[in-house]
């Protein structure tokens, strides 16, 4: 039998010929039953999932495999994707200069430990920001001097804009809207907003912003219904001032996610992708961290940094997409 065209109906009516003495008050007392089972065996399956894979408690059942083949599209020793390669391309001159900048912040960036713990201090080895992602939250916060930071998503990036605004003796306010941040850093912030992005006040979190300040976004990587990635493309995006300075982590374009990433199923990405393709007049790419981390010639700006014998065994690569809104 083929597969339903739409989802089935969360809690399926009984099929068959119901026989006339249980109609009535007897098939209500059936479909009832019917439903607790149906709980309980998707709560027994949601148990054992959470027992085997504790750090991904949450499952999407779905009516189609997600795809027909579970791979990375672009990359990944497939060619990247050609029209966005050409469009990155273009914007080599701006990042070779904001890689330039940087290298003001060597010292102080090299200043900083490389394991750090529960520190609220920032370092350069842990799995949530690497080598060029920390370079460029702490240079460009430097070098913008931004009244206001907001973050979706805390942690490590917190820490590094934190020490940026200590280095600088800068007046920026840090503001941290995650439900369930990665590290305690509220002692960082001048406000927190404990809240999934999609249920925080918008206007609140982002309607002060303007030219200079910077946004940092690093949520759920998903977009799903109403999740943080479609309440930041569709409404926190398009509605920032012009001139406010944007990183979305966790990108890879021109490429896919890569070979290890596809079944996190992180999306976010491709929307982003169909914004530049559509070229959208409303941001300019400042500095996709991971292309250029990947082009010779512009990593090399960061050797002077990255040699240093402490940083030698930092992972250069980055995956920080930076727009400016215009
Ligand atoms: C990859 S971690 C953030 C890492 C952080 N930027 C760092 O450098 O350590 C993702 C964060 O997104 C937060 N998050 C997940 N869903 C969210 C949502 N809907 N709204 C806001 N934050 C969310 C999680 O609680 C988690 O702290």
New binding site residues.
Partial sequence: MGRPCSPAPPHPAPTGAVPRRIVGGSRRVLAGARRRLHHKVVAAGEHSARQLWPAFPHAIRLDHPPTAELRPRYGSGRPPHAKLLQLLQQGEPRYRSHLQAFSAYHDDLAGMALTGGSSPEPCWLHP??IGLDTVSLYAFTRLRRPARYV????????KVVARARADGQLATTITS???????AIDQLCDRVVR????QANLAECFGQLQAGDMV?F???HRVLPN??CVAFFLDVLPALAPGVLVGI?DVYLPEDYPHGFVELWWSEQYLLAALLLGGAPWIEVELPAFYASGRPELAALLAPLFDRPPLQAVNRRGSVFWVQTR
């Avoid at 973050?151 to 917190?158: K, L």
């Avoid at 809207?177 to 590290?183: C, G, I, L």
């Avoid at 809240?195 to 999609?198: V, Y």
Wanted: hydrophobic share 30%; proline share 7%; glycine share 10%.
């Fill in positions: 949530w920001l973050e979706v998503g805390s942690g490590q990036s917190t809207v995650d439900p369930a941040p990665r590290a809240r999934a992005l999609e940092f690093d949520g759920s999740s943080d982590h």
